[in-house]
């Protein structure tokens, strides 16, 4: 027996296609994120500034210029937190 496959077929499948592929998108933002998030060792910059009361552009300078170590996870810079205590208490 011949199956045909209509276009409404090719259409559905397309929308279970991009359903699947969205999930597993959100999935990996997810898995990034939340590792970082579950090791208290690591803290993000806001909070860092916020600690210190100091600005984005101070802050943005240490990056830069090597003092403090970092990591960025979409779009997120994340701090050791040891360095940046090692560095101000010195």
Not at 27 to 52: N, V
């Amino acid at each position: 027996m011949e199956e045909h496959i209509t276009k409404e077929d090719l259409r559905q499948f397309r929308l279970l296609l991009l359903n699947d592929i969205e999930n597993l998108i959100a999935s990996k933002k997810q898995g990034y994120t939340s590792k970082i998030e579950e090791d208290p060792e690591w803290i993000r910059s806001k909070s860092i500034r916020q600690i210190l009361n100091i600005s984005p552009a101070t802050l943005q300078n240490l990056r830069i210029s090597g003092k403090i170590e970092f990591r960025k996870v979409l779009g997120s810079y994340y701090y050791k937190k040891e360095d940046v205590l090692t560095l101000f208490n010195k």
